[in-house]
């Protein structure tokens, strides 16, 4: 397993390419989408269209990801959720999927809505019980495992190489979302998994101006990652070439950002664990979180920037305590520079299943003390008790 010095050394050279005519650093930004053949009619560089094989730019990008993640391969998408349902809809008509109950929101309600007309048996099990995997995936054969780890926005945590054990005895193939973690945090290929999943609209850009989605494989033969190449390709879910750029430029940080979000994090978590207003801090960080043994394990130099406070009382003191800060931004997403909280509970409506006394935090690069001052002031403005 490489070590996180060597990854920062990676995506510091990130698009390390310079331009063949004028040695122009970073290389020129390839807008073009088609692409010109010679007098005999051949192709240059096996290329013809952008949706079909990609750009220059498109591929680099791809190249750092699957460094990053010790892939064979990597595809980049049009956004974090295009990258998900490329996976479902590759599967054959009638697949069997096991997925967490609790994961990103968005993809629980497409399985929802699209789950059943894509012909998929969709089956939920509780995060991070192995007893509840096992027996899932040995109930019928199961073409798919789902993990997301630490899982938004609870941030359980599951142990992705006895998961993947499990999943593979069964004949059953791996992905785990990786956007919380991040390469730097967690490799789940290295663990084991097949595929993973990114959306890089969260730290891999990290600079909230980019929506994009990547996955990663391990074997890039796999008869599924081809069907996931195709279904790019014809279904469409191509990032146009200023997002890809972007998101290279936001990659060369990503080290640096994710070892201060997640430090900072794991200090707040820390200073709200005990506190009178707070019920429970929701973070795989703190040696009492119901998920540190596994995340200890499994995670390397930090816990990500992701932490979820309860507040004490119902809906209305934690509003209070949003309504109350002038640091963090009240915003959805997560990853980026600036800290956001958000009310999940609010955010998804009448069905989520986010706790209604949540206040989800995206940790970014403030200090540290200013946060936990900003966060301090709101819990005495909203007179939680
Ligand atoms: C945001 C997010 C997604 C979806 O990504 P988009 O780029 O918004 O489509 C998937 N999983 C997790 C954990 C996320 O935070």
Redesign the pocket.
């Given at each position: 397993m490489s070590t996180s010095t060597q990854q920062s050394t990676l995506v510091a050279r990130s698009g390390g390419r310079t331009s063949g005519e004028t040695g122009a650093y970073p290389a020129d930004l390839s807008l073009g989408v088609t692409y010109a053949r010679d007098d005999a009619y051949a192709t240059l560089a096996q290329m013809t269209y952008l949706r079909d094989q990609g750009s220059a730019s498109l591929r680099d990008a791809e190249s750092i990801l699957r460094d990053l993640e010790h892939g064979q391969d990597a595809l980049l998408l049009s956004?974090?959720?295009a990258a998900?349902v490329a996976v479902f809809q590759a599967l054959p008509a009638g697949s069997r999927v096991v997925v967490p109950e609790i994961m990103?929101f968005?993809?629980t309600r497409w399985l929802r809505e699209f789950g059943g007309v894509q012909g998929l048996d969709v089956v939920e099990v509780p995060n991070g019980d192995l007893d509840a995997l096992r027996d899932a995936v040995n109930a019928a054969p199961t073409a798919l495992v789902w993990l997301?780890t630490p899982a938004?926005p609870t941030w359980l945590v599951a142990d992705v190489a006895a998961s993947a054990e499990i999943a593979h005895d069964a004949g059953a193939v791996v992905a785990v979302?990786n956007?919380?973690a991040t390469p730097v945090h967690t490799q789940p290929l290295e663990l084991g998994a097949d595929l993973v999943m990114h959306?890089c609209?969260?730290y891999l850009n990290g600079h909230d101006d980019v929506?994009a989605?990547a996955l990663v494989t391990a074997d890039s033969d796999a008869p599924l990652w081809q069907r996931i190449r195709l279904q790019r390709q014809l279904g469409g879910a191509v990032p146009d070439a200023w997002s890809t750029y972007l998101l290279v430029r936001g990659l060369r940080t990503l080290v640096a950002r994710m070892r201060w979000a997640s430090a900072s994090a794991l200090t707040i978590a820390e200073h709200f664990a005990d506190h009178p207003a707070i019920e429970r801090v929701a973070y795989p960080g703190l040696a009492t979180d119901p998920g540190h043994a596994v995340a200890a394990r499994q995670m390397r130099g930090g816990f990500s920037g992701m932490l979820s406070l309860f507040v004490r009382g119902d809906v209305e003191p934690s509003l209070g305590v949003a309504r109350g800060t002038r640091l963090f931004l009240r915003a959805t997403s997560?990853g980026g520079t600036a800290s956001l909280v958000e009310h999940r509970f609010t955010f998804e409506g009448p069905r989520s299943r986010s706790p209604r006394n949540m206040l989800r935090l995206s940790i970014g690069l403030e200090d540290p003390a200013d946060l936990v001052a900003d966060l301090e002031q709101a819990i005495e403005g909203a007179r939680v008790r």
């Open positions: 956004s974090g959720m998900s990103y968005g993809l997301e938004n979302d956007t919380v959306s609209t969260k929506v989605g997560l």
